[in-house]
């Protein structure tokens, strides 16, 4: 089976512009979560989607959005780029009350903004 | 607010045991976890522990937790190049992982 895959897998950016992301989730997973890494960082929880629906945000601006589509894959959006958005956008499904409430990660996409 | 820490690097010789350790603030995870990322990849689920648990062992792998001082290590037995990567810890569920900031393990010869 398939993992959690991601496009694209690079970005490059100006500031200003918009940018989305894609994800697809292990299938038969309903869960979609996003995870923005900052160079040097650990990977931070911006978001949760379960069934279509947000059931978590971290703290981020309202410039970051999200939705989940009917086959549970996602997509990130990012309005107005900033220079400090340059990082690696990590996703990640799940399975709710799978084991160990394991999340299982893609390979990330990385974007730089210049 | 949840917060996990970590030291960042940790140099070994190779055929030695890395112990890379982490505190963590929020006691209300229900498993706490430990990742691998190799330089341009994703994060790879190493091990877990459940949180009523002291200790686990997998292989090469034992995690302990004290869960008293709120604290979660990980030893890598016969510590090998190719364990070689930045380490995360982190708790929380399948809703939402909280990451410390990784630590770099360096084995050299």
């Known amino acids: 089976d398939a993992g959690v895959t991601q496009s694209p897998t690079h970005l490059i950016k100006t500031r200003g512009q918009h940018v989305t992301l894609r994800c697809s989730p292990i299938s038969g997973h309903k869960s979609v979560s996003w995870y923005q890494q900052v160079l040097g960082q650990g990977p931070q929880f911006i978001f949760q989607?379960?069934?279509?629906?947000?059931?978590g945000r971290g703290n981020f601006p309202d410039r970051f959005s999200a939705r989940q589509f009917p086959n549970y894959s996602s997509e990130l959006n990012v309005n107005a780029l900033l220079l400090g958005d340059s990082a690696l956008y990590l996703c990640?499904?799940?399975?709710?009350?799978?084991?160990?409430?394991?999340?299982?990660f893609g390979p990330g996409t990385r974007l730089t903004v210049l | 607010g949840e917060d996990v820490e970590q030291s960042l690097f940790l140099s070994v010789r190779e055929g030695d045991s890395s112990v890379i350790n982490c505190t963590y603030t929020?006691?209300?995870?229900?498993?706490l976890y430990w990742y691998k990322q190799e330089p341009g990849a994703g994060l790879q689920l190493l091990t877990y522990i459940f949180s009523n648990m002291d200790m686990k062992q997998d292989q090469r792998l034992t995690v302990l937790l004290n869960k008293k001082d709120k604290h979660l290590s990980l030893r890598i037995a016969d510590t090998q190049t190719g364990d070689s990567a930045i380490y995360f810890c982190a708790g929380g569920g399948y809703n939402k992982l909280i990451f410390g900031a990784g630590t770099r393990l360096a084995v050299h010869p």
């Open positions: 929020d006691s209300s995870s229900t498993y």
């Open positions: 989607y379960y069934e279509k629906e947000e059931r």
């Open positions: 990640a499904s799940s399975s709710p009350g799978g084991r160990n409430n394991e999340q299982f």
